[in-house]
């Protein structure tokens, strides 16, 4: 073969080695990234851990982390700014994932979330215990399909999964920040859920508000000290 020839085939080797190191070293840190605790496995990718690119790759990965007798209890892709295609194929591999039979955390904020339907799929499992939704792209229909599912979720035997256990334990959910999550989409959770949300005033600016359904309680935050007052005055 010619120089050139030899040559690129050399430039070759060294682009798919390069990348071969690229994705090794890419991979051991996401691994890096999976704690283990007394309660199971903790994932923490927050703070631009995960690029927008490598999430195709980051679930291809996930997907072969599977470990016999070890749940993941704590997921965090918070301040990603991951898109909402990218969020929906994370949400997805977390669904089909068996290590997330015993969730209890879901950590979402500050991402681009806009579609609901596999959030409020999980939320129907019944098994989180926390979900942090704040700071994403949220529409009122969005949100109230979240809460809903919330409120709805039943056993096989038609038990609300809310409150869990004998220590009554609710589902709290984040959602502050949101298109949807105005002083209007408390007033339209009111009407709908009718006697079934409580609004509590707290720290920084944050009304928790309490919705309990059939048998089920559970809590969701909005913004604005004004909906307390705007909710008593109703």
């Known amino acids: 073969p010619s120089s050139v020839t030899m040559l690129g085939a050399q430039r070759s080797i060294w682009r798919k080695t390069g990348r071969l190191r690229i994705d090794i070293t ?12 007394p309660s199971g496995l903790r994932l923490l990718m927050s703070r631009g851990a995960l690029l927008e690119e490598d999430v195709p790759d980051w679930v291809k990965w996930f997907k072969g982390t599977r470990r016999e007798g070890h749940d993941l209890v704590h997921v965090d ?6 898109s909402d295609s990218a969020m929906q194929l994370i949400l997805q591999a977390l669904m089909e994932s068996d290590n997330c039979r015993k969730l209890r955390e879901l950590v979402l904020f500050k991402n681009r979330l806009a579609t609901p339907d596999r959030v409020a799929q999980l939320v129907s499992l019944g098994v989180l215990h926390e979900l942090h939704l704040s700071h994403n792209h949220l529409d009122h229909a969005a ?14 035997q038609g038990v609300p999964y809310y409150p ?28 709908k859920f009718q006697r079934a949300i ?37």
């Open 26 to 37: 890419r991979e051991l840190e996401w691994a890096r990234r999976l704690e283990s605790s």
């Open 77 to 82: 892709l918070a301040e990603n700014d991951l």
């Open 143 to 156: 949100i109230s399909m979240i809460l809903s599912a919330a409120v709805e979720a039943r056993d096989a």
């Open 164 to 191: 869990r256990g004998p220590e009554k334990r609710l589902l709290w959910l984040r959602l502050e920040k949101n298109p949807g999550s105005d002083a209007s989409l408390t007033m339209a959770c009111i009407r």
């Open 198 to 234: 409580c609004l509590v005033q707290q720290e920084f600016s944050t009304v928790f508000s309490r919705v309990a359904g059939p048998g089920a309680e559970h809590l969701f935050a909005q913004p604005l000290k004004s909906q307390l007052a705007m909710a008593k005055a109703r």
